[in-house]
């Protein structure tokens, strides 16, 4: 006889609409979310009823009630936005989800609102808005360049800034390319795509072409910004990770009157040959510097496919699992040079 204790909760939506908010196109929310807490869900008119063991049952209830909170605003919840709710109601921070429905980042060109999507990306916006440098660090598809670059055209719009600076340093993705053909601008587009789609998509191909032809969008390599002095700019060093710490410390030190800058990077994801990553660097000495702030996303802050999410966590485990051989290992020759220099002294006195 299973000793089990099966409870029950139930969620009232209100309305048909919300209801279908959270349950997705064909159910596929509430199948999800059945599946992954190991509960049943069944809806009753606009209730959602939840039946299953109590630990499963009340995470489900709490991650109900977040989404809740989020149809109501009228956003749109999807698989992504599901997965991430699961994974705070299981740190018992599903009441956090209500902050991510304030205010707008920025809006496009098509009039759609950008907002964030993660409790970790709301904090690197409100760092971006309040400090002189951010640096932003995390894995791939958490938004850090997307959401920077929203944040420069809001700025220009507003008229806190008269210009957008953004830059990359050119290191290739551990393959060669050759040389390619063109002028610089030519040569450099291929590494700089991503600044150029979020920034279309911010501003429509026609502003965005007017304003690069006027020099009030400058986009290029880091090794042009050697020597300049950059004022009342917002500036953008993506892939910093593949930055020098000479390079990272020569950018750094452009900054003028006005100006703002953010780093982002991913430490996963270094291409140098042998050398101390800049932004490893940077952020290992600047952070608690007043003025400058270190944001670091996680896999939970991934915006993009939740399999991405799980294909991060598991490069993430195959790395500490590495570590963690080396360090065996490491200690074992140490235990194994201590005993060879014991034997050795024994044998010494013993003569």
Known sequence: MSNVIKTMETVDTGS???????????DENITYLSRELGVAAYVEGVKIRV???????????KVLTALLTLAEQGEEIDKGRLAYCIELAKEGRADEIASLTEGVVAITARGKQIKCKTVGQKAYVD???????TFGVGPA???KTYLAVCLAVAAFKSKQVEKILLTRPAVEAGEKLGFLPGDLQTKVDPYLRPLYDALQEMLGLETYAKLMERGV?????????RGRTLSNAFIILDEAQNTTREQMK????????????????DVTQIDLDGKESGLVHATKILEGVEGIAVCRLTAKDVVRHPLVMRIIRAYEKDTEEQE?????SKQRKKNFLTAKEEVCETDTEGE
């Not at 048909?16 to 997705?24: N, P, Q, T």
């Not at 760092?127 to 440098?133: G, L, M, P, S």
């Not at 969008?217 to 910004?225: K, S």
Request: hydrophobic share 45%; proline share 2%; with cysteine.
């Open 141 to 143: 598809g958490t938004g």
């Open 127 to 133: 760092a971006i808005k309040k400090n002189a440098v």
């Open 324 to 328: 963690e051989k080396k360090a065996l």
């Open 250 to 265: 020569m950018f750094l030190t452009r900054m003028g009157e006005g100006s703002k800058m953010v780093v982002t990077g």
């Open 51 to 61: 039946e299953g063991e109590a630990e499963g049952t009340a995470l489900c209830y």
């Open 16 to 26: 048909v609409d919300k209801l279908a908010r959270i349950l997705g196109a064909f």
């Open 217 to 225: 969008i400058e986009v290029a390599p880091l090794a042009y910004m």
